[in-house]
């Protein structure tokens, strides 16, 4: 009687799930820096006139954990393509420059209490993020559609910005 042999080795599904888990907690924590260090809890942005459709505050955090989630996620799946590849290495460049912009608007808008500069730094932003979503579309179709909440939040964002510097200018 001949039995079924079974490997060790291992099916790569733990690991990649724990390898994506990881991306998103690095989006994430990458993400939130500038809100612990220098956030919307200030007496200066409280004053601000703000739009009829300035979302209530809770919603940001649940917002934007949301969405750095669905960037790590995003991220991982352009990655695991392999960073030998160019249109891998363009998507991954991107995604580390438009987050750069997305970390920058923090500190612009609440530390330098500029809403005009951090307007600057989110319209760029806004760019950015719409040129990293076609570019990760070229590389995994998934992860490009991953982003588009993102890209609308950002729009959104970049409306909020405008309408509380033109009522406080």
Same mark, same amino acid.
């Given at each position: 009687?001949?039995?079924?042999?079974?490997?060790?080795?291992?099916?790569?599904?733990?690991?990649?799930?724990?390898? =994506?888990?990881?991306?998103?907690?690095?989006?994430?924590?990458?993400? *939130?820096?500038?809100?612990?260090?220098?956030?919307?809890?200030?007496?200066?942005?409280?004053?601000?006139?703000?739009? =009829?459709?300035?979302?209530?505050?809770?919603?940001?955090?649940?917002?934007?954990?949301?969405?750095?989630?669905?960037?790590?996620? *995003?991220?991982?799946? %352009?990655?695991?393509?392999?960073?030998?590849?160019?249109? %891998?290495?363009?998507? %991954?460049?991107?995604? %580390?420059?438009?987050?750069?912009?997305?970390?920058?608007?923090?500190? *612009?808008?609440?530390?330098?209490?500029?809403?005009?500069?951090?307007?600057?730094?989110?319209?760029v932003?806004? @760019?950015? @993020?719409? $040129?990293?979503?076609?570019?990760? $579309?070229?590389?995994?179709?998934?992860?490009?559609a991953?982003?588009?909440?993102?890209?609308a939040?950002?729009?959104?964002?970049? @409306?909020?910005?405008?309408?509380?510097?033109?009522?406080?200018?």
């Amino acid at each position: 009687m001949e039995s079924s042999t079974q490997t060790n080795e291992p099916t790569g599904r733990l690991p990649d799930a724990l390898t =994506a888990l990881a991306f998103v907690v690095a989006v994430n924590v990458v993400g *939130a820096v500038p809100a612990l260090i220098g956030g919307p809890d200030t007496a200066w942005f409280r004053a601000l006139e703000k739009p =009829a459709f300035y979302p209530p505050g809770w919603l940001f955090g649940v917002v934007w954990t949301v969405l750095f989630s669905l960037m790590g996620l *995003a991220l991982y799946l %352009v990655v695991r393509r392999g960073l030998d590849r160019g249109p %891998v290495r363009l998507a %991954v460049g991107l995604f %580390v420059l438009q987050m750069a912009f997305n970390v920058a608007w923090t500190p *612009a808008f609440f530390a330098l209490q500029a809403p005009l500069a951090a307007l600057g730094v989110i319209a760029v932003l806004f @760019v950015l @993020v719409a $040129a990293t979503v076609a570019a990760f $579309a070229r590389v995994d179709r998934r992860a490009g559609a991953l982003l588009v909440p993102y890209l609308a939040w950002v729009g959104f964002a970049t @409306v909020l910005n405008y309408a509380i510097w033109s009522l406080n200018a």
